[in-house]
Each structure stands twice: as structure tokens, then as C-alpha cells.
């Protein structure tokens, strides 16, 4: 008899569980990803910066910078202004290595590959790594720490690394 109780106590919370994980992936993929990835075809660095917590902390490896809010957001004005400037367009992919939270902090990493169309129409493709934290924050969820580099454990982020990685459509689900 206690086998049963016990199957029916799992089986009634295990959904729940698996439903709250599903909920954290398709809130960030909303209030983060999808936005950042939309404000990046459109050039418009407002929408970028809305995602980004007053209290962030940019970190980009390969150019040993750290910024803060400020800094990042002057950062991503001049860089989408340039942009614009120059007729250059990009899209970015994410894809997924890990996603894990907790009902106000989430922890994600995997890969990028960033697609710049220059005037001509020519393309140049880049892959790199990164890390985030995010903060829910107010009922919304901001990056908090971001991480970006061109490598991975000492090892340049290639196409093949990036496909070997799961999609953000996929639904890499967060673990709680």
C-alpha cells in the first residue's frame, strides 16, 4: 500500500515540477532572448539595452573588458549606431548548452553565431560562448552577468560546437 501512495504522491507532483522548469525557459525566451535577437535585426539598442538589469556586469573575455550599465549601454548604442551607419546588418542564433533556476535567478550557457551582411551583401559569420545570470526583477527576468568569448575551455567555438548545442526552439528545458 505505501508503494502506491507513494506513486500517486510522485505522479502528482512530478508535472508540476516539469511545468514550472518548462515555464522559466519560455518566460526567458520571451522576455530575453527573443527580444535581444529581435532588437538586433532592427538596430535598435533600446530594445537591446531593455533587457539588461540596472546592476549588470558585461565581461568580454577576449577584449579583457568588464563594463557596467552605463558602459555596456554606450557600448551597444555606438555599435548599433555604426551599424546603421554603414547599411550592416546581423542575426544571431542562440543554442543552448545548459539552463537552470530558481523562481528569481536562472543560470544559461551555450553558443552564438552572429551573421553580419555588410552594404554589398556580403556575409561573415562568427561563433562565440556565452554565460548569463539572470534576475527576475519586478516580475520580469534581466540579465544580470553577461559573459561573451570567442572560445570555450581554450578551444575556438566552431560550427560543428555550435549545432552540437540545443536550440533555443528545441526548448532546452530549465532545470530546477
Known sequence: MKTGKIFLLLLAVMPSGFCAAQDYSREINEQV???QL???KDADA???VSVLSK????ISYDRKTIRNYAQFE???IDSYKRATEKKVTRNMEFRFVQRF??????YE??????EITNASGEKNLYYGAFQVVLRKENGVWKVLVDYDANSYGGKPITEELFFSAEAMEQGKKIQD
Do not use: E, I, P
Open 109 to 114: 550557457n551555450g553558443y552564438f553565431r552572429l
Open 74 to 76: 554606450k557600448q551597444v
Open 46 to 48: 533600446a530594445a537591446f
Open 38 to 40: 529581435q532588437a538586433m
Open 101 to 106: 533556476a530558481t523562481d528569481t535567478h536562472a
Open 55 to 58: 546592476d549588470v556586469v558585461q
Open 33 to 35: 532572448w527573443k527580444v
